[in-house]
């Protein structure tokens, strides 16, 4: 399996991703979704996949009309992210689904990686630089604000914007 996916991200990371052109109005872009979509778990034709999205792992699902913006970073380490449909992405936006867990036990300290999945609910907006991080959902409908960390789940039909 880490075969395949360290495959797709050399094909991804390597060449596809820095293929210039808008998403939908060049042919370039269109290549670029186009071949894109073929490497994540799920994605239609009307997803936008722009220049420099920076993919470390491959389990996106992205629904009709969503898109990932200009440079956005997506790790979904073991786990995954579900994308609905209508859903919009400002430039810079991190989806990181990995965390790491510390602890003492007998006087030292362990680390420990873990991965919880992210899911944006359908017709949301998140602005440029935003970080939504494991464990997260999105309701429908809602809006993060420009800069946000979003470490706790969002309701439907809400606004959200700041730095816990």
């Known amino acids: 399996m880490y075969g395949i996916t360290a495959f797709k991200s050399f094909i991804w990371n390597g060449f596809l991703n820095k293929i210039p052109g808008h998403p939908r109005k060049s042919v ?50 073991a786990s995954y992210i579900q994308i609905g449909s209508g859903v919009t992405m400002g430039s810079r936006v ?18 420990e990686l873990i991965s ?3 899911i944006i609910l359908d017709d949301c907006f998140i602005g440029s630089g935003a970080i939504v991080l494991g464990g997260v959902t999105i309701g429908s409908r809602s809006i993060i604000g420009a800069g946000s960390v979003v470490t ?13």
């Open 28 to 77: 370039s872009g269109r290549l670029r979704r186009y071949l894109g979509c073929r490497l994540l778990a799920s994605a239609t034709q009307t997803s936008v996949l722009a220049q420099k999205l920076d993919l470390r792992g491959f389990n996106v699902s992205i629904g009709a009309n969503s898109g990932l913006g200009y440079d956005c970073l997506v790790m979904t380490g």
């Open 94 to 111: 991190m989806l990181i689904c990995n965390s790491h867990v510390f602890y003492e036990e007998d006087g030292y300290w362990h680390e």
């Open 116 to 118: 919880k999945p992210i």
């Open 152 to 164: 706790k789940d969002v309701p439907p039909n809400t606004f959200t914007a700041g730095v816990p």
